[in-house]
């Protein structure tokens, strides 16, 4: 049995169920509370913290709500333990991301923290130690995962996406039926991939290194990627801002030389487009996944276009591909997809 790609093609449910959860009844009510709490005036920042997948997804936060002019600032949990602590005060809203609820430096967080800090939690067991420390607790309903981070990471994500769209008061039904668009097109992806897989594979796949690149709310994505290839396929892959990628890393771009290029439609969509046939103009091969026909063809080139008019859900929709590229992957190469053999699922120790 395959539990990594059951927990893959379990995404759309697992989508649907933290969908229903949080537009009504009391995750609703708990998407309502964290805005008052932030608009009652008490806070000046708002902090994510997390750790790996976590983290990535703290990020992204930041993407969602600077734009509305809410200060927020995402920090590496591990960090923030040793090396930033001081930030927190009481005018600190810390939103703690983690899966388990039990990841080492979000629960040492915890027992360091002043008794005036208010905590929210995003995670997927309510009876974690993070769960029952957090003022208000978001809870994601991706159900039981055990393998490399899948269907936790999704539902995460999206969580994060209904609160900055609470935030901004534009949680109502035409959010909801562009996320349940979302979740159909996820099926679609997965029913489909007889369609594409194959291909996408043989561009990138049982290469030394995969470099990943993106921007904005997609780079957790690319994140989240880069940490399932080396999971997964035991691979070497890094994940690079669109930006950073021009400032000195080109350099290395020659035959032989993989890329995964996430180019949503947005403001740096034609940057992401430049990176792509940079690459290829320089030996390289390109796997592009994009939400619109870039017009690009070449023989190092292999794109992927899959609908999606809303740039913060492609870093759902993206995430498909790369999941069952890394299983098809390790699958090819006799690994057990997914499956931890130097570590653990919840990281208990630093």
């Not at 949080?22 to 008490?42: A, C, P, Q, Y």
């Not at 740096?268 to 046939?277: D, F, K, R």
């Amino acid at each position: 049995m395959n539990k990594f790609l059951n927990e893959i093609e379990e995404q759309p449910d697992a989508l649907r169920e933290t969908l229903h959860f949080f537009s009504d009844g009391e995750g609703h009510k708990s998407l309502n509370r964290v805005t008052m709490l932030w608009k009652s005036g008490i806070y000046d920042k708002i902090i994510f913290t997390g750790m790996g997948s976590s983290y990535f997804i703290a990020n992204a936060a930041t993407c969602l709500l600077n734009p509305q002019k809410i200060a927020s600032f995402a920090i590496n949990a591990g960090e923030l333990l040793h090396y930033q602590f001081s930030l927190l005060n009481k005018k600190t809203l810390l939103v703690c991301i983690s899966q388990s609820g039990e990841s080492y430096e979000v629960v040492n967080i915890l027992e360091r923290l002043p008794v005036d800090i208010t905590v929210i939690a995003i995670s997927n067991e309510a009876g974690s130690t993070l769960a029952q420390k957090a003022h208000v607790t978001l809870l994601t309903q991706a159900g039981k995962e055990d393998m490399t981070s899948t269907k936790t990471f999704i539902s995460t994500y999206l969580v994060v996406y209904l609160l900055s769209l609470t935030f901004g008061g534009k949680f109502d039904q035409n959010a909801v039926s562009e996320v349940e668009s979302t979740i159909q097109s996820v099926s679609d992806l997965l029913n489909n991939r007889n369609q594409w897989l194959d291909e996408a594979v043989r561009m990138i796949a049982h290469t030394p290194f995969v470099q990943l690149i993106a921007r904005g709310t997609t780079f957790a994505a690319a994140q989240q990627s880069a940490l399932m290839l080396m999971e997964a396929t035991r691979n070497p892959a890094s994940a690079l801002l669109g930006g950073e990628f021009r400032h000195g890393p080109m350099e290395m771009v020659k035959e032989g030389f993989r890329a995964v290029v996430f180019a949503p439609s947005g403001i740096t969509y034609l940057q992401s487009i430049l990176a792509a046939t940079d690459i290829l103009k320089f030996g390289g091969k390109v796997l592009l996944i994009t939400d619109q026909d870039p017009s690009v063809t070449h023989h190092n080139l292999f794109t992927l276009v899959i609908p999606c008019a809303n740039e913060p859900l492609f870093g759902i929709l993206c995430l498909i591909p790369m999941q069952l590229i890394v299983n098809q992957w390790s699958i090819e190469e006799e690994n057990v997809p997914g499956n931890f053999t130097r570590g653990a699922k919840v990281t208990a120790v630093e």
